[in-house]
């Protein structure tokens, strides 16, 4: 082999560029550290304030995302919709980005944000958000008369919730049942932490837009009304 060769595969061994073929680590991405920037902010970075309840209770208005981090760590987030609006303007058509997340932690606790801009990922980073800001507490039970223990498996009674034109009924169903409902929507009542449920919806449920407003209305009841 010719030096010139060997010079373009980085030796007889082949290993290329780069010391042997060694590829550079990974760089983690860094967890941005948050500052409080709001009142309400700064007591829960205190420990004054240990519940979203304490902040319902107190009428507080939650604005920074990072409240929510705090405390709730264990919160996860899904993209539920993403999709694209076109629109015509005097320089030609425009075109930005949709997309709806949701927030939960399986466990009593639900949010759903939309978002949008010409690039998808700030779409879903602006959903990310507004679902935090918009968690709320949901208090399971178990309502069904078939049942009646004392696990927290499903709606306490029976809710109804509206969203544009869509209608959802949650039904409170017996333990092992599971969740009579279309995908989406299973998926957005596992994350609030339901197990077991009758679901019934009106209305154009492939617009997630309603049909996720619609599941919110309807979880916020139980808290309001339990």
Same mark, same amino acid.
């Given at each position: 082999?010719?030096?010139?060769?060997?010079?373009?595969?980085?030796?007889?061994?082949?290993?290329?560029?780069?010391?042997?073929?060694?590829?550079?680590?990974?760089?983690?991405?860094?967890?941005?550290?948050?500052?409080?920037?709001?009142?309400?902010?700064?007591?829960?970075?205190?420990?004054?304030?240990?519940?979203?309840?304490?902040? %319902?209770? #107190? *009428?507080?208005?939650? =604005?920074?995302?990072?409240? !929510?981090? @705090?405390?709730?760590?264990?919160?996860?987030?899904? $993209?539920?919709?993403?999709?694209?609006?076109?629109?015509?303007?005097?320089?030609?058509?425009?075109?930005?980005?949709?997309?709806?997340?949701?927030?939960?932690?399986?466990?009593?606790?639900?949010? %759903?944000? #939309? *978002?949008?801009?010409? =690039?998808?990922?700030?779409? !879903?980073? @602006?959903?990310?958000?507004?679902?935090?800001?918009? $968690?709320?507490?949901?208090?399971?039970?178990?309502?069904?008369?078939?049942?009646?223990?004392?696990?927290?498996?499903?709606?306490?009674?029976?809710?109804?919730?509206?969203?544009?034109?869509?209608? %959802?009924?949650?039904?409170?169903?017996?333990?092992?049942?599971?969740?009579?409902?279309?995908?989406?929507?299973?998926?957005?009542?596992?994350?609030?932490?339901?197990?077991?449920?009758?679901?019934?919806?009106?209305?154009?449920?492939?617009?997630?837009?309603?049909?996720?407003?619609?599941?919110?209305?309807?979880?916020?009841?139980?808290?309001?009304?339990?």
């Amino acid at each position: 082999m010719s030096q010139a060769t060997q010079s373009r595969t980085g030796g007889p061994g082949g290993q290329g560029r780069g010391g042997g073929g060694q590829r550079r680590p990974r760089r983690e991405p860094e967890e941005e550290v948050w500052i409080p920037k709001t009142i309400l902010g700064k007591k829960v970075a205190a420990g004054e304030i240990t519940s979203i309840e304490d902040i %319902i209770s #107190q *009428g507080l208005r939650i =604005q920074e995302a990072g409240i !929510i981090k @705090k405390l709730l760590p264990d919160l996860k987030s899904e $993209v539920v919709d993403v999709g694209i609006i076109q629109k015509m303007t005097s320089n030609g058509q425009s075109t930005r980005f949709k997309a709806i997340v949701a927030a939960g932690n399986e466990n009593g606790y639900l949010g %759903i944000g #939309q *978002g949008k801009s010409k =690039q998808m990922r700030i779409a !879903i980073e @602006k959903a990310t958000n507004q679902a935090m800001l918009n $968690v709320n507490p949901i208090k399971l039970g178990c309502g069904s008369w078939e049942c009646r223990c004392d696990q927290k498996h499903s709606v306490p009674f029976k809710i109804k919730g509206k969203g544009g034109s869509v209608t %959802i009924e949650i039904i409170p169903a017996p333990r092992g049942l599971g969740l009579v409902a279309g995908g989406k929507i299973k998926r957005l009542l596992e994350l609030a932490g339901l197990k077991d449920a009758w679901t019934t919806a009106k209305g154009s449920t492939p617009t997630m837009n309603s049909t996720s407003k619609a599941i919110l209305a309807c979880l916020r009841q139980t808290f309001s009304q339990g």
